[in-house]
Structures are given as structure tokens and as C-alpha cells.
């Protein structure tokens, strides 16, 4: 079954809204999720926050039902405010993982951007070293997707730089990463531009935390 | 097939410029030929084992047949000696022949799967060209220096680079790439002179290493905002345990990194392919930051 998943990265307040095949795990650690399960490739999302579990919670489906499973007795899955081990979902409830909020869409009904009827796009990112988004409309027969279940995974060097693509907080390159709107470089001078006011900003905040720093000399 | 294998046997180097899949065909016939190579030392190894022990076999049974007074017994066994020394003879020319084709495994391994490791992020129809020296490390136009032993007098030390591996293509986002490997060695040799007063000539090779070294030139474009992010680059480079990064040099349209892999490791095909793969993944986790940052 493919659904939309639709959620606002809280680190960088960008919107993801992925179409995804079940099963689909959540949690913070992507190792630490299953690659597989029953021959069915899974889809795993990682959310990036110290109070999601390595692996959180699993949407999958059963007799034609979406069930959402919490993985972790020690981590909690709220499903439109409240809290259970497991539940069936519908198109439009909400999940709360950690400090992410989640909305359920079920493809057919899931929000369309052009106002005019969406085709399914394989959102995954593909490329070794400059990811790209696979961008078919039919996953069979693709190495990446579902076609094979039984492919191993094709970018496994990936695990030689676990931290590979991720620019969040604690990892390398976070600073810029956040601050990215306030860079401007211009091709024709060469010259990468910290805005002033920008920079100012980030001074008052520096001076915040020093002021809030009681101990500080 | 774009391989030569006559011409690829007289100088041991493989040099192309075409498709990955092709490079990969050529590599498999290189190593079809270095596996065919194997066996065949070893069997005429085994061969000249064998002979080996016949001359012994002979050799005692002459002597026997020759105290004992069987002359035409003891005549049989040199002559049985005899043809056994020549298929001693015959069997190490061979062995030694085919063993010129006794390639080193973890070369031409290593270079096919850096060549499926970048290809994936190529357009299709690209070419890789490759370079691939398979001769030996200490060959004498691979000399660059010999210098005297610092405390063995009339002892000398040699020493070889041997530049094994280049391989350059071009990315989908229009990055050149140019990597390179080159193992050096150290040749240590001379005369020694033992108690008794005889002289014996002493000679010990060890290899110093292999340095890899990456050169991307990326389009100003797309990642010219990497400026920014000087001085903080050397942060993202993450290399496996034992290799060190000797050299990191960011210019303005280009990114050098020179890696040095020590010499128990040198000859792995694994060591090797996982600091070739880890050099890449960390000039694109600058690179691809750098892309967002150069977005207006």
C-alpha cells in the first residue's frame, strides 16, 4: 500500500512529504531499523531528535487495514493525541513521534499541488555520491525500489561515512546548514556573503546565552 | 573487449578510455589470465618438486647399485638422473614463465571496483579513462632515488614508486575527478662480510606505503560557495583507522587530498577500496553542503 507522509523536519523547518510503499519504520537510528521484512523491501525514515527511539514505530499493513505499531516500550507513539502500543489509521490521522508530528494521507486522497490529479513519483534518492530522486512512476523492475526484494543494498559503502548526507545538529556541517538562507554567494565576483543583519542575528544570540549563562565571569 | 592481450603481456599495463562496463570486461580478462598464470606456476612447481626427488631418488640408488657392483643398475639410475635434472630444468622455466603473468590480485580487483563506485554517479554514456600498471613494484624504471645506507657501510638503499593506478572521469554534476595510487618501496642492498671472512650479497625489499591521491575540479557554479567553508573541510574527511591524511588543499575551482596507506595494509583490496570510498564520500559531504549554500 503506498501512503503520504507529510511532516516539518523541526531542525531546519523544511516539509517532507513522501510517498512510500509499506512497510515503513520510524526512528532515529537508520541501522538500527530493519532493511526487510516478510521479502518486502522497507522504507525507513529517520527523524532526527533525542526523544525518538533508535527504532520507534513500524506502518505496515494487514488485511487490507494501515496499522501503526510502537517498537520501543520505552518510547511513545501518540496517534491523534493519544497514546497506544498499536492502532489502525485512516487517511488524514496524525502521529506523534518524539517531537515530529506526522500526517497520514492515503495516496488517492493525499493533498495535490497542482490542483490536478498526481502521479506517483519514486521519491527515493538515488545517485552514490550526489543523490538524486529516482523519479519513476513504476517501481517494477527497478533495483532500488520494490522490483527485487531480495537486491542487496546497492550503496552499502554508505556505511563507511555513517554520517553522510547528514548536516543536523551534533553532526558535521550543522552551523551552515541552518544558517543556509542567509548565504549568498554570487558567481560572477566569487564572493560568499554573510548577510550583515544575519550575522548580526546571530551575534544577539550568542549574547542571549551568554546573559542567561549565570555563571559565566 | 578493448584489451590487447598480447600487447597487455609484454608491458603488464592496462590503459584505456571508454565505458565502465568495458573496463570491467577487460579487468575480468586480466584477471582470467593472472588465475590461468597461478595454476600454471603451481603446477610446474609442483613438477619440479617432483623431479627434485627423483634426481635424490637416482642419486642414492646409484651409489647403492654402485657399492653393491651393479653396473648396468647404476648406469639406469644417471641416466634416469640425467632426464630428471633436464625436467628439473624444464619444469622451473616454465614455472618462472608463467610466473611473469602472476599478477598481483588486489590491483586489478581494487580497480574494478572503484571503476562500478564512480560510474554510478555518471551519466551513461560517459567514459572512465584508466590506467593500470600490473609489472613489478621494483621494476628499474621505477627507481627515482638511491642513496647510501645511513650505518651499513657499502650498503645502498633504493627506492621505487610505482604510480599502479589513475583513474579520471567526470561526474554527473560535471566534477573531474583524477585519483591516483602509488605504492613506494625500499630496496635495501649490498655486500656482507660473515666472521669466516666470506662475502654474501644481502638484498630486502619493503614496501613504504601507498598514497592515494584525489583531485576534484568542481564547476564554480554549483559549489563556488564551498569558500566558505574553509578551514572546516579537513573536519569532514573521515579516513579508515590506519590511513592518515597527509595533504588536504583547497583551491578555488578544486580539492586535493593525498592519503597514505600504511604498508601493512597496502596490498589489501579492502583497506584500499574503503579509503578510496570514504576520500569520495567526504569531498561530497563538503561538496554537496557547498551546493546548498551556493543557492540563491
Redesign the interface.
Given at each position: 500500500m503506498q501512503i503520504q507522509l507529510v511532516w516539518t523536519d523541526i531542525t531546519t523547518g523544511k516539509q517532507f512529504n513522501p510517498t512510500l510503499e509499506t512497510p515503513i519504520t520510524l526512528g532515529k537510528n537508520f541501522q538500527g531499523m530493519p532493511a526487510e521484512m516478510s521479502g518486502k523491501r522497507v522504507s525507513r525514515i529517520v527523524l532526527s531528535d533525542p526523544t525518538v527511539a533508535g527504532y520507534h514505530a513500524l506502518i505496515d499493513e494487514s488485511q487490507g487495514e494501515l496499522l501503526v505499531i510502537n517498537q520501543n516500550p520505552n518510547a511513545t507513539t501518540l496517534i491523534n493525541g493519544v497514546s497506544l502500543p498499536s492502532s489502525t489509521i485512516v487517511d488524514g490521522d496524525r502521529l506523534q513521534i518524539g517531537a515530529f508530528e506526522i500526517q497520514v494521507f492515503l495516496t488517492a486522497t493525499a493533498p495535490q499541488n497542482s490542483g490536478n490529479t498526481t502521479q506517483w513519483k519514486c521519491d527515493r534518492n538515488l545517485?552514490?555520491?550526489?543523490?538524486?530522486p529516482c523519479g519513476r512512476t513504476d517501481p517494477t523492475g527497478c533495483p532500488h525500489c520494490h522490483g527485487n526484494p531480495n537486491q542487496p543494498d546497492?550503496y552499502y559503502?554508505?556505511s563507511?561515512?555513517p554520517?553522510?548526507?547528514n548536516?543536523n545538529r551534533g553532526y558535521?556541517?550543522h552551523n551552515?546548514?541552518s544558517q543556509?538562507d542567509y548565504?549568498?554567494?554570487n558567481?560572477n565576483t566569487?564572493?560568499?556573503d554573510?548577510t550583515e543583519a544575519d550575522a548580526n542575528s546571530v551575534a544577539m544570540e550568542n549574547d542571549t546565552d551568554y546573559e542567561l549563562d549565570m555563571g559565566a565571569s | 573487449m578493448t584489451i590487447n592481450l598480447d600487447l597487455f603481456r609484454q608491458h603488464l599495463i592496462y590503459e584505456t578510455n571508454t565505458s565502465a562496463e568495458m573496463i570491467c570486461q577487460d579487468i575480468k580478462e586480466i584477471a582470467n589470465l593472472d588465475r590461468e598464470s597461478e595454476l600454471q606456476k603451481q603446477k610446474y612447481n609442483r613438477y619440479a618438486k617432483y623431479f627434485g626427488i627423483a634426481i635424490g631418488v637416482c642419486f642414492l640408488l646409484f651409489l647403492v647399485s654402485g657399492i653393491f657392483d651393479f653396473i648396468p643398475l647404476a648406469g639406469i639410475f644417471m641416466i634416469a638422473g640425467f632426464i630428471s635434472i633436464i625436467g628439473l630444468i624444464w619444469a622451473l622455466i616454465q614455472a618462472s614463465k608463467h610466473g611473469k603473468f602472476d599478477l598481483a590480485n588486489y590491483r586489478h580487483q581494487v580497480a574494478s571496483e572503484i571503476v562500478k563506485?564512480v560510474s554510478?554517479?555518471m551519466p551513461l554514456d560517459a567514459t572512465i579513462s584508466v590506467r593500470l600498471v600490473l609489472s613489478l613494484p621494483t621494476q628499474k624504471n621505477k627507481l627515482v632515488e638511491t642513496i647510501p645506507h645511513p650505518y651499513q657501510s657499502g650498503f645502498k638503499i633504493d627506492t621505487f614508486q610505482d604510480e599502479w593506478l589513475k583513474i579520471r572521469g567526470t561526474?554527473?554534476?560535471n566534477t573531474d575527478f583524477y585519483l591516483t595510487a602509488t605504492e613506494t618501496s625500499q630496496t635495501k642492498y649490498g655486500w656482507k662480510r660473515s666472521r669466516s671472512g666470506k662475502s654474501k650479497y644481502k638484498s630486502k625489499t619493503k614496501s613504504k606505503g601507498t598514497d592515494l591521491d584525489l583531485t576534484m575540479h568542481y564547476p564554480?557554479?554549483k559549489y563556488?560557495?564551498i569558500?566558505?567553508?574553509r578551514g572546516?573541510v579537513v573536519?569532514?574527511f573521515?579516513l579508515?583507522e590506519k590511513v592518515v591524511l597527509k595533504k588536504l588543499k583547497q583551491g578555488?575551482k578544486n580539492l586535493n587530498a593525498i592519503a597514505h596507506i600504511p604498508s601493512e595494509i597496502a596490498n589489501d583490496k579492502f583497506s584500499i577500496y574503503?579509503a578510496v570510498?570514504?576520500m569520495?564520500?567526504?569531498t561530497?559531504?563538503?561538496l554537496?553542503?557547498a551546493k546548498?549554500?551556493?543557492?540563491?
Open positions: 545517485g552514490f555520491l550526489i543523490p538524486k546497492v559503502e554508505r563507511y561515512y554520517d553522510y548526507g548536516y558535521w556541517g551552515y546548514y543556509r548565504y549568498s554567494y558567481s566569487g564572493n560568499v554573510f | 563506485m554510478r554517479d561526474f554527473t554534476d564554480v557554479k563556488g560557495a569558500q566558505a567553508l572546516d573536519n569532514a573521515k579508515p578555488e574503503q570510498t570514504m569520495f564520500l567526504s561530497y559531504q563538503v554537496n553542503l546548498v549554500l551556493s543557492k540563491k
